[in-house]
């Protein structure tokens, strides 16, 4: 990364998440790569995205896929939290990691961007805000001084893209996520508890999530009036709303972003092994049917159908939302 990419007076993104990491980590076992019975092992870390998923379980296919391909062990480990993962990365704890696209930014140092994780055919996706039908909220500027829920303090599609749309709409996010906004509240915690709270609590007026989280409360109508991008892009336009009936939860929507590039699977860039080039082989070469469970599964399947190759320069909109709040990732090692 490039000295004048940031400049000095800015504000030093997560300055405890160091710590916070740390103790996260305690929810995550760890370990180097090593061989087990002789067959080399590698650490798949799992970034948390959603309370209510058991990602381990979800990502099993793809744990056998590339056992299949590439002599190798997968040994998993879900992070407890966005920091977490890129910090178990950082302090060579993983191999692999389902990465946020913040984290890609904060880690280029330490990770290879193996390629970008492709949902029914798109590339990027969507962050959203949404409120209750009857909360009395009818735009952004109607949440001055009331409670957002948000995602975790890394999450682009739940917290730092949100935040620069409420900055568009006039709002002042003060130090957020680092700290308090400026002229509301926030609290931080996963996409589908920020949805759950904003349905359960009075007090919470509206959520920020990835529209995978919300799309299925909200009718399919109000993202065509709002936005064509995500009825052409988005892989979650088709199923929008699908979910209302049956749970009777009904979201009204307040804004759409314009679309964010998914996230990433990357690699330790010092990992030394051979089997780190075949991994990242049959990562690219993966394919839907690889990717799905048997027909008696009956959790959350896995949310991405492939992966294309991919670069840093595909995070870009990721920097230019950093440069547009301020923020800068301190070194979390």
């Given amino acids: 990364m490039s000295d ?18 740390a103790v996260a980590l305690a929810g995550c076992n760890g370990g180097t790569s090593g061989e087990t019975d002789g067959t080399p092992t590698a650490q798949f870390i799992l970034n948390p995205a959603e309370a209510d998923v ?25 992070a ?34 193996v390629g970008v994780r492709v949902a029914y055919g798109a590339a990027r996706y969507f962050s959203t805000i949404t409120t209750t039908p009857d909360s009395g909220i009818e735009s952004l500027s109607d949440l001055e001084g009331e409670l957002v829920y948000m995602g975790d303090i890394l999450s682009v599609s739940g917290t730092l893209v949100p935040l620069t749309i409420l900055q568009d709409a006039g709002l002042d996010v003060g130090n957020a ?69 049956s749970s009777g939860t009904e979201l009204q929507l307040l804004a759409v972003s314009d679309p964010i590039p998914r996230a990433p699977l990357a ?25 799905s469970h048997g027909d008696d599964y009956d959790g959350e399947p896995l ?9 840093i320069d595909d995070y870009q909109p990721i920097q230019r939302v950093l440069d547009q709040l301020g923020l800068e990732f301190e070194d979390l090692s």
């Fill in 80 to 113: 407890e939290s966005y920091t977490a993962t890129l910090q178990s990365m950082r302090n060579d704890q993983g191999e692999i990691a389902d990465i946020s696209p913040s984290a890609v930014i904060a880690g280029e140092d330490i990770l290879d961007i």
């Fill in 303 to 311: 949310w991405f159908t492939g992966v294309q190759e991919g670069s």
């Fill in 267 to 291: 690699t330790r860039s010092n990992w030394d092994s051979p089997v780190k080039a075949e991994l990242e082989e049959a990562i690219l070469n993966v394919s839907e049917d690889d990717l």
């Fill in 4 to 21: 004048n990419r940031w400049s000095a007076n800015r504000r030093t993104f997560v300055k405890t998440a160091g710590a916070a990491g």
């Fill in 177 to 245: 996520p680092n700290g308090d906004p400026g002229n509301f509240e926030a609290e931080f915690s996963d996409h589908t508890t920020a949805r759950e709270q904003m349905v359960q609590r009075d007090d919470v007026m509206a959520a920020t999530t990835g529209a995978f989280s919300s799309a299925p409360y909200v009718p399919q109508e109000q993202f065509e009036e709002m936005s064509q991008d995500f009825v052409d892009i988005s892989a979650e336009y088709e199923g929008a709303g699908d979910e209302i009936e």
């Fill in 54 to 78: 058991e990602i381990t379980q979800q990502y099993q296919p793809m744990f056998e896929y590339l056992e299949s391909e590439v002599e190798v062990e997968i040994e998993a480990d879900r």
